[in-house]
């Protein structure tokens, strides 16, 4: 079945550092795939997304590549600020099928 | 404003004393779904909705209910609560073409003692 594997957390970093949480999936077909942040307190927000391979997603300064060679879509962030300390979560959908999640990723900025 | 809305935000209850957390969404959305959270087991669905009057379980769907009599609300019923429901709840709803995301509501804390 469809499946999405992310890296352990907590990610430790300290502000303007580059970020990097990995992502994997496994599905049959073309999924769409997206990142959501949890913020403390709060529900999920859609962070990004990418619908065919080698699409780029972007928002508020996050990106991350469909790589379909290496079932891949890693999120990424050149400068982390405290304020994007948050849970992570990588997710899969194909055609009528449901969101499948990742158990999520907590970051920790520190100033 | 495009939301999802759940209430109530906490409810603290006891055991098997019967509970609705009810779920709105004001975006024309066919597909809704329960999830819950829970650490270390990340979101797992409970039940989902394709459209009105048409639902059916998810991963998790032991000990709950749903309804889809109009198509913007999608309750959740707990007829018989107990302890191992205890759990942070969101509801999520979408088109159901697979580009789009969920919308997720702002979850509703349950503790049932």
């Known amino acids: 079945g469809n499946s999405v594997t992310q890296m352990e957390g907590p990610v430790t970093l300290s502000e303007e550092a580059f970020l990097t949480i990995n992502c994997t999936y496994t599905?049959?077909?073309?999924?769409?795939l997206f990142w959501y942040v949890q913020y403390p307190g709060e529900g999920l927000q859609l962070l990004l997304k990418?619908?065919?391979?080698?699409d780029k997603g972007s928002n508020k300064g996050f990106e991350a590549t469909y790589r379909k060679e290496t079932t891949s879509f890693h999120l990424e962030k050149g400068s982390v600020q405290v304020s994007d300390s948050a849970v992570y979560f990588c997710?899969?959908?194909?055609?009528?099928?449901?969101?499948?999640f990742g158990t999520g990723t907590r970051l920790l900025v520190s100033p | 404003e495009a939301q999802v809305t759940q209430n109530p935000r906490y409810l603290i209850t006891v055991t098997g004393k019967k509970l609705t957390v009810t779920c709105s969404q004001n975006?024309?959305?066919?597909?809704m779904s329960w999830y819950r959270q829970d650490p270390g087991l990340g979101l797992r669905q409970i039940y989902y909705?394709?459209?009105?009057?048409?639902?059916d379980k998810g991963d998790v769907p032991e000990g709950y209910k749903v309804s889809r009599k109009e198509k913007r609300n999608f309750p959740l019923i707990l007829e018989s609560p107990s302890p191992n429901q205890t759990s942070l709840y969101f509801c999520?709803?979408?088109?159901?073409?697979?580009?789009?995301?969920?919308?997720f509501g702002s979850g509703t804390r349950l503790t049932v003692v």
């Open positions: 999520a709803s979408s088109l159901t073409e697979s580009n789009y995301g969920y919308t």
């Open positions: 599905a049959t077909g073309y999924p769409s």
């Open positions: 990418a619908t065919k391979a080698d």
């Open positions: 997710a899969l959908r194909r055609g009528f099928q449901k969101l499948v």
């Open positions: 975006m024309n959305h066919e597909y």
């Open positions: 909705s394709m459209n009105v009057e048409v639902t």
